[in-house]
């Protein structure tokens, strides 16, 4: 059984720094896509970053430069570092993974975590 467990939303102010992390359990494939999505009230949910078995990462526009999407494979655990966040970054943050190759639609990951919130106020 597949899990994905995220952590380290929470509350900061426009400009602050966030940690995201994912811990997956029970993935069995060696190439995979690890991504990380957002979705704010009311908006579709968009591709904020992706990693590939490879190592090759990347990154939506709103976020490019300001995201740094990692991962440790001894730990299982995927990370998404934002920086200067703004307050348009303000929603759920999932992620998820899918077999082999990396897409932008969510509808190609079949495994989700449950969210962590991430707001940021001005």
Sequence with gaps: QVQLVES?????QAGGTLRLSCVVSGYRYRRYCMAWF????GKEREGVALIGFD?????????????????????????????SLKP??????????????????S??????GQGTQV???S
């Design 107 to 112: 509808r190609y990951y079949k495994y989700w």
């Design 55 to 83: 190592g090759t990462t990347h990154y939506g526009d709103s976020v490019k430069g300001r995201a740094t999407i990692s991962q440790d494979n001894a730990e299982n655990t995927l990370y998404l570092q934002m920086d």
């Design 8 to 12: 380290g939303g929470g509350s900061v």
């Design 119 to 121: 707001t940021v106020s």
């Design 88 to 105: 348009e970054d303000t929603a759920m943050y999932y992620c998820a993974i899918r077999n082999d190759v990396c897409y932008w639609a």
């Design 38 to 41: 957002r979705q704010a009230p």
